[in-house]
Structure formats: structure tokens, C-alpha cells
């Protein structure tokens, strides 16, 4: 494959470096090389959540974090903000672990309105809020350090999903506050899948020891005091550990915010490309999410009726890119690029050059 051309919205490219990096004997995670090399990922990673507590590794994907998250959060009831397929996952894993929960429903597209929100919290009591902040099924971002400060303010522990904003979108946990959140590696980090991210707040950690039924392999709990001894609960994917190490290194000498602006430059080419293509073509092209709350990691692209989508991605395919589907009931009507990880405006370019082709041949006739 060559490189800067997979533009998955669920799935980073890999550089080669980070691939090589895992080709090597694991080592214990109990030994002392080990225990350098988790050092160093938990600097890189505390850099990059922008938080100084310890950042938890567990061998698990994005889902087990939502789950890890939801299980620890403070007894009582959870507001459960719904803007996508990620934000109602949040309600079926907390049905799943039986805990009360109330759905505030968001059109797809669009974000969750603070004062709506904060006048939720006043009408009645909730221990805890979700919220995804790149919502990946339909490339909306939330405003994660409003809706921080107004569950501060009301006393509910806030758990952000940053699985699709870690690594690409700001996100500072400890300056706005926020009590939990959770990532994965596959995403805007441009590693392999199966490594999960989980930051906690003290305090929330200290709530969760009053939960019941907190569960064994993803309870929170475990990591506080083997990440504080470099190490983690259970045995790693040891080879992931390698790779995120490698990756860190390269995300270290690229500059947190300079990656932030990175992604935010891909989120203006896109936004440019479509306007143009617009005008340009002539077809009826939009971007699904509102402007000014639209994710710098992954953008959904609406198709005029005419034109199938599952039609256009083989024939981006065929020109040598990849790009995503729509997600659940937008399938057949959108189309998702994943701008994330390592990817470069130049690349992202050639890949926009490359659906304007296809979307060229399949113009409806008039
Ligand atoms: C991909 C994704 C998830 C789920 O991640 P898995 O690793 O597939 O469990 C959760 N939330 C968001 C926003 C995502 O993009």
C-alpha cells in the first residue's frame, strides 16, 4: 500500500516506522526495560491529554474504555448526551451494566447546546454526564470545556469519549476540568487497533470506589497504582507498546498543538473542497455536520439522491484510495473521510483529487 492513501474514518494508516517498531521478542512487563519504556509512553501520553495524571494503557479497544468508564462513574444517575451512533453506544453499555440512565437526543450532525444541557442538570440530579467529542458516525465536535464547566457546576463527573480526538483535536483534560476520558490507538493516534486510553480525575477515582459491580479486567481502580509503578494491571500487547512508543517519539517532535493545527488544516481542505466541487461540478455536495463544531479528524460527506455511495467508494478505491462508508442508516447517502493520524493536507489532496474523478463520472444527467 502506498503511503497517504487510506482515509478510513475507524482506521489509521500505519507509517512503516511504527510497524517496524513491533517486530521484535515481547519483553516482560515486569522487567526493568519495560518499565523504562512505559516511562516514557506515560510522559508522551501525558502530553498529549494534556493532563498530569497518570494516563492508563489497558489491551483493549475504545468500546472496553466506554465500558471501564461507565462501570467507575459515580453512583446515581447518568445523562447520556446522543449525537451518533458513538453517543448511544454510551446508553447501551450503561443498560448493559444496569445503571440508570436518561438519553438527551441531539439531531445527527449537530452538537449538544450547553445551556440545554445545563438546564438538564437543573431539572434533575445526575452523578454523571457522556459525551463523545468527535462524534465519528457523522464528524460533528462537541464543545467538550463548556459542557465541562456546567457539570463542574451542577456536581456530575463528565466522561468524554476522545476516541477519534485524542492525537488530533484539543482536548485538555486537566485545564477544563474534565473527569474522565477515554481513547484508543487506531484512530487519530495512527497506531494498530488494541491499545485503550483512560485518564481519571482523583476525585473520580475516589467516587468510584463506592460503585458496585466496578468488574475486574477494565475497573479503573487496578491501573491507578501500576501505571504510578510504570507497569500495567495485566499483561499488555507488548508489541503495541513498542509501537506507541515509537509513535509518541514522532508525535513529541512534531509539537502537541502543532498536530492540533495539522488536523485543523485538514478540516479547512475538506471544507474547501467541498464548496469548490460544489461549484465546480455542479453536484449537490454537502458536509453533514454544522459549521463550527465539525471534527478535524473525520468529515461525512452528503450525496445529492443519484448518486449510491457504496457506488463512489469502489471507485475511489479503483483510483488507489480508501475512504469510509456512512455509518448505520446514513450508509447509503454519505461518505466518510478519515483525516487523521498522520495524514498531511498534500496526501489528503491526492485522496479529494481522486473522489472529485469518481463523483465526475457518476454526476447525475440533467
Ligand atoms: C471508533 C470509535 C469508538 C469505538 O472504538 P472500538 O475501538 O471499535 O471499540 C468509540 N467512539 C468513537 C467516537 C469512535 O470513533
Known amino acids: 500500500m502506498r503511503r497517504g492513501t487510506s482515509f478510513y474514518p475507524n482506521l489509521a494508516e500505519v507509517s512503516e516506522e511504527v510497524l517496524q517498531a513491533m517486530v521484535r521478542q515481547p519483553i516482560s512487563h515486569r522487567s526493568v526495560e519495560f518499565h523504562e519504556i512505559f ?171 463506592d460503585v458496585k459491580d466496578r468488574g475486574f479486567y477494565l475497573d479503573l481502580l487496578n491501573f491507578e497504582q501500576p501505571a504510578l509503578n510504570n507497569e500495567t494491571p495485566t499483561t499488555p500487547s507488548v508489541a503495541l507498546i513498542f509501537a506507541l512508543e515509537r509513535q509518541l517519539a514522532g508525535i513529541r517532535s512534531e509539537g502537541v498543538a502543532a498536530r492540533w493545527a495539522r488536523h485543523e488544516a485538514m478540516r479547512a481542505a475538506m471544507e474547501d473542497w467541498v464548496s469548490n466541487t460544489r461549484s465546480g461540478l455542479g453536484i449537490e455536495i454537502d458536509i453533514l455536520a454544522k459549521a463550527g463544531a465539525r471534527s478535524p479528524t473525520v468529515t461525512v460527506v452528503t450525496l445529492p439522491y443519484g448518486i449510491a455511495a457504496e457506488v463512489l467508494i469502489s471507485n475511489v478505491a479503483a483510483r488507489g484510495y480508501a475512504i469510509g462508508s456512512g455509518y448505520g442508516t446514513l450508509r447509503g447517502t454519505t461518505f466518510r473521510v478519515g483525516h487523521m493520524g498522520d495524514h498531511t493536507v498534500t496526501e489528503l489532496t491526492g485522496c479529494l483529487g481522486a473522489i472529485t474523478d469518481a463523483l465526475g463520472e457518476l454526476r447525475p444527467m440533467h
Not at 436518561?102 to 431539572?123: A, K, S, T
Request: with cysteine; glycine share 10%.
Open 39 to 209: 516511562a516514557s509512553v506515560q510522559a508522551g501520553l501525558q502530553q498529549l491529554f494534556c493532563t498530569a495524571r497518570p494516563v492508563y494503557v489497558a489491551t483493549a479497544s475504545g468500546t472496553g474504555m466506554m465500558e471501564a468508564a461507565v462501570r467507575c462513574a459515580p453512583q446515581g444517575r447518568i445523562l447520556s448526551i446522543v449525537n451518533g451512533a458513538f453517543g448511544e453506544r454510551f446508553v447501551k453499555i450503561a443498560h448493559a451494566c444496569e445503571r440508570d440512565v436518561d438519553r438527551h437526543d441531539v439531531e445527527p450532525g449537530g452538537v449538544p447546546d450547553p445551556e440545554e444541557v445545563r438546564d438538564l442538570l437543573q431539572r434533575k440530579a445526575y452523578s454523571a454526564v457522556t459525551l463523545v467529542h468527535s462524534e465519528t458516525s457523522t464528524g460533528a465536535l462537541s464543545d467538550v470545556e463548556t459542557i465541562s464547566h456546567i457539570a463542574r457546576d451542577a456536581g456530575a463527573a463528565l466522561i468524554v469519549d476522545s476516541v477519534s480526538g485524542i492525537g488530533g483535536a484539543q482536548l485538555e483534560v486537566d485545564a477544563w476540568g474534565v473527569d474522565c476520558v477515554v481513547s484508543a490507538s487506531q484512530k487519530a493516534l495512527g497506531l494498530p487497533p488494541g491499545l485503550g486510553f483512560a485518564v481519571a480525575s482523583a476525585a473520580f477515582l475516589r467516587r468510584a470506589r
